[in-house]
């Protein structure tokens, strides 16, 4: 069997996780890591890339991990990764990967009580052999437990923010051929879930004369790695990334019929085949078609085709139901009762409230990131970076904080008023639940956000009274990412929402979707449980760098499925309001 990209880059996270667990130097430990996240992202097969001896171009492979990579491709085979697992056995990265145990802990484990893997970890925590460990007890061990049962929930999906751009690649390559009519992204990334079992793309031709070139072309697309399957009408491909990619070729003359069934969701699908049944037809991905008495569909009588999604909703006497809401959850009752909202859109954004610069973790400069903001259609930023707890991140002391309010009154100045540039802090709610910084410097600022960064596993008592606090200080106008998921891998705190709504909602404080798609936090059902208290949202990127200030269409599809309308966004409000809304709150 050939290595793909994604077996490449696997590789290299565990090499970097076997030797973080052996205690190697964090440069090297790094590098790997590195390695491997730049190699996920690259959208060609690297076999191809050796052979044109191009694999030092890649950021972060130097000579001699290239050449570990062509001894990859070459052999299938790593002498050093061998080597390295006759020293450490390497089922131990997944210990690592349980949630509080981190490579230290993995190593102790191995070392004291011969812990390999989840299985002899899992036994050992039900025994009760790990709570004399040094920095163990009782309560880690029963964590211990609880997060191998979660790691066992997780599924092999892909996060929206890597199938995205790479199904929409694919989808541009394919609308440029002269027989592709119509071309769209279907399935779960067309209702924008936050992670994606495989991609469903669609092309209508004029004729289906024209689909053999279409799937052609498909099949040969560079990042493709391997066909798993090609027919007239259908075929399934897997990326260079591993990702499953399915295509389908149709008439032109249903594609509203094709286009809302393979956009799903199957609950979705289903009502609507009721809904038809209750008006006399069946209802496929090809069309309606007339049924008798005993729904069998009448031989010779005409199909209706739909060349739109509105004709596939008005033949059911309905109003065109939105992607984001297709999931059976209201969206029905809500269509029937004219009810339905009128969903916020990427355009309807003014405002970003929360992003870094280089005084903390950002790689731009506040100018940098305002001239990028503008770029992209904002009118107005909050340079929001972090607060003196957050040391890792390179958080700002208070004398900090108050000089670069200077410079961001000295670049809203030079904007002169093409983008407003206002001053604010992600600020640290710290472990005790204080706040990171005091009122009177609070005061001083535009726009205050506090965000959960540490101690994110308390208990769900402790760490919801953490955030009550945050939102009881009027200073406090947004909470960051409030349940501090990251997607795939780390799950979200153990909250109160309800308590967290009330207080939300007595106190006036905005909650966000965080836009970055490692987070889209807070998820849809819980915005949607919000906007319903009469709660604000904040659509934000928290962009670290410029490339990233592009995320906000992701927290957009997010809010959609939340239902948040555009009155229902803090940062869709010209810039007047928005100051307006912030004075109106306690400064
Ligand atoms: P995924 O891929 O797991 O993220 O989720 P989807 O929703 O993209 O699911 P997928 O790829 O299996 O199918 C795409 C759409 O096609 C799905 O949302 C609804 C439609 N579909 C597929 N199979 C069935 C089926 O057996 N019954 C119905 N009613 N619809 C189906
Ligand atoms: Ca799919
Ligand atoms: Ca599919
Ligand atoms: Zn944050």
């Known amino acids: 069997m050939t290595l793909t990209n994604r077996d490449i880059a696997d590789l290299f996270e565990r090499i970097s996780d076997l030797l973080e667990i052996k205690g190697e130097i964090i440069h090297r ?14 959208p060609r097969d690297l076999r191809v890339i050796a052979r044109e001896g191009g694999l030092t171009d890649i950021p972060g492979i130097g000579k001699t991990l290239a050449e570990k990579i062509e001894e990859l491709l070459e052999t299938g085979k790593l002498e050093f990764y061998e080597k390295l697992t006759a020293e450490i056995p390497a089922t131990l990265v997944d210990v690592m990967r349980v949630t509080g145990v981190g490579p230290k802990k993995a190593a102790m484990f191995w070392k004291e009580r011969g812990i390999t893997d989840l299985a002899s970890l899992e036994k050992s925590a039900r025994s009760g052999r790990l709570r004399d460990l040094p920095k163990m007890g009782e309560k880690s061990e029963a964590n211990i437990i609880a997060g191998i049962e979660m790691l066992s929930r997780r599924t092999g999906r892909t996060p929206l923010g890597q199938a995205y751009p790479a199904a929409q690649a694919m989808l541009d390559a394919l609308r440029e051929l002269p ?65 499953q990619v399915d295509l389908r070729v149709l008439e032109r003359e249903r594609w509203g019929t094709a286009l809302a069934y393979f956009t799903g969701s199957q609950q979705h699908n289903i009502r609507m085949r009721e809904r038809a049944l209750e008006r006399g037809l069946s209802l496929n991905e090809h069309a309606f078609s007339p049924i008798d008495d005993n729904r069998q569909i009448i031989e010779g009588a005409p199909k209706i085709l739909c060349r739109t999604e509105e004709e596939v909703y008005a033949a059911v ?12 959850a209201g969206e029905f009752d809500a ?21 870094h610069t280089t005084w903390s973790d950002g790689s731009a400069s506040i100018r940098e990131m305002a001239e990028a903001a503008l770029a992209a259609g904002r009118k107005y930023i909050v340079i929001t970076d972090h607060s003196r707890g957050a040391v890792i991140a390179n958080g700002l002391s208070i004398e900090r904080l108050l000089a670069q309010q200077a410079e961001v009154r000295a670049v809203d100045a030079e904007m002169n008023g093409r983008i407003r540039v206002f001053h604010g802090t992600e600020m640290d ?61 780390r799950e979200p705190a153990d909250l109160d929402m309800d308590a967290v ?15 970055n798609p490692q987070r889209l936090d807070l998820e ?41 309308s555009t009155r229902d966004v803090l940062n869709a409000l010209p810039v007047n309001e928005f100051l307006a809304w912030a004075a109106g709150r306690g400064r």
């Open 179 to 243: 027989q592709a009519a119509e071309g769209a992204i279907a399935g779960s990334i067309r209702r924008g879930r936050p992670t994606i079992g495989d991609v469903d793309l669609l092309v209508a031709v004029s004729s289906m004369d024209d689909a053999p070139a279409i799937m052609e072309a498909f099949v040969a697309q560079e990042r493709v790695a391997r066909i798993l399957g090609q027919g007239p009408t259908k075929s399934s491909v897997e990326l260079v990334n591993g990702l």
């Open 524 to 564: 849809a059902q819980y915005a949607r449980r919000a906007v319903e208290m009469g709660i604000k949202i904040a659509i934000d990127t928290d962009a670290h760098r410029t490339t990233e200030l592009h995320y906000l269409s992701y927290g957009v599809l997010t809010a959609r499925r939340g239902w948040v």
């Open 429 to 489: 709610i710290l472990a005790d639940g204080s706040l990171d910084f005091p009122d009177d410097v609070l005061e001083q600022l535009d726009f205050v956000v506090a965000s959960l960064h540490v101690s994110l596993r308390q208990p769900r008592e402790q760490i919801t009274r953490r955030l009550l606090n945050a939102l009881e200080n009027p200073h406090v106008d947004l909470i960051g990412h409030p349940r501090g998921q990251l997607i795939p891998d």
């Open 29 to 42: 430990v790094l590098s790997y890591r590195r390695a491997s996240e730049s190699i996920r992202d690259v």
């Open 501 to 515: 709504f009330e207080a939300a909602a007595r106190s006036g404080t905005a909650l966000e979707i965080n836009s």
């Open 335 to 355: 269509a029937e009762s004219n009810t339905l909202p009128d969903l916020v859109t990427l355009d309807a954004l003014q405002g970003d409230l929360h992003m």
């Open 317 to 328: 006497g309905l109003p065109w139901i939105a992607p984001e809401l297709r999931e059976d």
